[in-house]
Structure formats: structure tokens, C-alpha cells
């Protein structure tokens, strides 16, 4: 199954100063996208700050916390890029965050199962850090692609 995701959610080149500033500008995108409201972002704050959210080599998955669920418009998955790295504690260095707001439990489940399916495979994990067009990080999400 494909990661839902549009080329205008993927955010190439960034540089965000810190952790905070990565969620920041993740939640502020679906903000104003119309996918989730202010206290969404609130709760991928909060979330970042109690457990952190620092999933596997290079690779975060900021979201809200479960008392955010209802502030979710419709689901979405923003990708930040970020190159140089970001140091997300503990001595972990990110270099994508895929930020995720997804209603109901099972679409949460589909979502997560769709994006660690790609996220196995390092080669792709590699791609999607150098990837310098965000249709190309589209397409390494993309079913066919994940399949290869």
C-alpha cells in the first residue's frame, strides 16, 4: 500500500535548529494546510518532550499525543528533509521526520504499517535523505516503488 502523500507535503533541504524546531515546522505546514488545528501541533510538542519520538538510524515520526486525536482534520504525512542533521537527543542525529496526524486507529495502523514497509529498506531510507526533487521521495513511497 502506498504513503499517502502529495509532492507540496514534502519539505527538501531544511535545517531546523533543533527538534523542536523540526516538529514546529512540520505542525505549522498541516496548520496551514488545513489538516489538524494549533493544539495538534501543542500535542506533537508535548509528545516530542515526555518519550521523544526518534524511531530508527536517522529517522524520526513526530505526532500528537492521544489527548490531540480530535483536533485531526484529516490525516496527513509531512516529510522533512533534513541533510545535515538535526540532533534528536540522546546522541541520535535525524535526518528525515516523517510528521504523521491520522484519524482513527485503524487509519493510524494502515499509515504506520505503510511507512515502516519503506522504512526497512536503508537503500530507501538513503534516497529519501539526498533526494533533491519531492516527487522523488513521492514515488520511494509509492507501492511500486516499496515493492522493488
Known amino acids: 500500500m502506498p504513503v499517502p502523500i502529495d509532492a ?8 531546523p535548529a533543533s527538534r523542536e524546531e ?8 498541516m496548520i496551514a494546510w488545513g489538516e489538524v488545528t494549533p493544539r495538534y501541533l501543542e500535542g506533537m510538542l ?6 521523544g519520538t526518534w524511531l530508527t538510524e536517522g529517522v524520526a515520526l513526530p505526532h500528537g499525543t492521544s489527548e490531540v486525536k480530535a483536533e485531526i482534520r484529516r490525516s496527513s504525512v509531512v516529510v522533512l528533509q533534513m541533510p545535515t542533521g538535526v540532533d534528536w537527543g540522546n546522541g541520535r542525529t535525524v535526518y528525515l ?3 504523521v496526524a491520522s484519524q482513527g486507529d485503524n487509519e493510524h495502523l494502515r499509515l504506520l504499517s505503510c511507512l515502516a514497509a519503506v522504512l526497512l529498506r536503508r537503500e530507501l531510507v538513503e534516497r529519501m ?16 516503488e516499496a515493492r522493488a
Open 129 to 144: 535523505i539526498h533526494a533533491t526533487d519531492p516527487h522523488e521521495v513521492v514515488a520511494i513511497l509509492s507501492e511500486e
Open 22 to 29: 523540526a516538529v514546529r515546522t512540520i505542525g505549522e505546514c
Open 46 to 51: 508535548e509528545k516530542e518532550a515526555r518519550h
Open 97 to 99: 521526520a516523517f510528521g
Open 8 to 15: 507540496s507535503h514534502v519539505l527538501l533541504g531544511r535545517a
